[in-house]
């Protein structure tokens, strides 16, 4: 079964300072990653979809990278500011016929002026 | 771009009663949907998969006679829990997908906060 795990659970840093969020899967067999925000009390915002075979995936001042063999994928989020604070759930499309996501955990980000 | 409603956007009922919720893809057919709980601090789990016109799909510890799902049309999933009580109080989100020769992307809805008191 795939399990996704979300590295750290929070994150505090100052207003400037670059964010780097990690997410882990343990079947490479994936047929996309997502990032989403999700601001308290609301749902999913969609930063970045990476498809298997790419290995990033670019906007703004947000980077996300693609590993399949290693079964990882990073959030960089460049020059980060207090709008940045939220949870960011990263989800793994399965290769099921269906489409189903297995979402992580999140972590929370708290970016201090 | 591609946008799924849900409706109401928060609801608060009485144990024992019974809440319906709406997930629309508002100018899209959806293939399939997909119906999510998330509880305070936690992340989202799949409850259920369903398609149009046939049974949904439940994951396991999911209880079907508890949450109903309704798929009655390419635009309209509905999400019924019978007899609520306290534990169910939670987030749900439903998720509806397009798929084509050249497409298959999910878009998630906004979500549908439940307070069971």
């Known amino acids: 079964k795939q399990e996704v795990t979300q590295i750290p659970a929070a994150l505090s840093v100052p207003e400037g300072e670059n964010l780097v969020l990690n997410c882990s899967f343990t079947d490479s067999a994936i047929y996309n990653l997502q990032w989403f925000r999700q601001d308290p009390g609301k749902g999913l915002t969609s930063l970045l979809l990476?498809?298997?075979?790419?290995r990033e995936q670019t906007s703004g001042r947000l980077n996300a990278s693609l590993d399949k063999s290693s079964g990882r994928s990073t959030l960089y989020i460049a020059a980060s500011q207090p709008g940045d604070s939220a949870t960011y759930l990263c989800a793994v499309r399965l290769t099921d016929s269906w489409g189903k996501f297995q979402f992580g955990a999140g972590t929370q980000v708290v970016v201090t002026p | 771009g591609a946008v799924v409603s849900q409706h109401p956007s928060w609801v608060i009922c009485k144990s024992g009663t019974s809440v319906k919720i709406e997930c629309r893809s508002l100018d899209f057919q959806a293939t399939t949907m997909f119906w999510y709980r998330q509880f305070p601090k936690q992340s989202l789990m799949l409850m259920a998969t369903s398609n149009e016109g046939s049974k949904a799909t439940y994951e396991q510890g999911v209880e079907k006679d508890k949450f109903l799902i309704n798929h009655a049309s390419l635009t309209l999933s509905t999400l019924t829990v019978t007899s609520a009580h306290p534990e169910d109080s939670s987030f749900y989100i439903c998720s509806a997908r397009t798929s084509g020769p050249s497409t298959d992307t999910q878009y998630f809805g906004p979500g549908t906060r439940l307070t069971v008191l």
């Open positions: 990476i498809q298997s075979s790419q």
